[in-house]
Nanobody
Framework: QVQLVESGGGLVQAGGSLRLSCAASGRTFSRYAMGWFRQAPGKEREFVAGISWNGAVKYNADSMKGRFAVSRDYAKNTVYLQMNSLKPEDTAVYYC????????????????WGQGTQVTVSS
């Protein structure tokens, strides 16, 4: 059974940094894309960043504008989201997901989801 477990969320001041981790198990991790999404209170879930099976990355440029970086460690079956220069509007529950081989912004392409980790950015 596929399991995704996020960690690394927390409370940080504006301008600070956090690194989220997502540990995957239950499938051949290296064959699949991994994505990060977030959902703020009262808003729809949105794509943040994704990384394909071959390491190609994709970002939601409108939201992230170079502040976020996604990476993966194949040996550890883990994907990371480094978030810098955080803003209060980045406050959300962050989810990782896995699905097709190529990272995409489309939620429906992801089959499995983690439980989410809360990120709160204070002003």
């Amino acid at each position: 059974q596929v399991q995704l477990v996020e960690s690394g969320g927390g409370l940080v001041q504006a301008g600070g940094s956090l690194r989220l981790s997502c540990a995957a198990s239950g499938r051949t991790f290296s064959r699949y894309a991994m994505g990060w999404f977030r959902q703020a209170p009262g808003k729809e879930r949105e794509f943040v960043a994704g990384i394909s099976w071959n390491g190609a990355v994709k970002y939601n440029a409108d939201s992230m504008k170079g502040r976020f970086a996604v990476s993966r460690d194949y040996a550890k079956n883990t994907v990371y989201l480094q978030m810098n220069s955080l803003k209060p509007e980045d406050t959300a529950v962050y989810y990782c997901a896995t699905g097709d081989t190529t990272a995409t912004m489309t939620e429906g392409k992801y089959d499995y989801w983690g439980q989410g980790t809360q990120v709160t950015v204070s002003s």
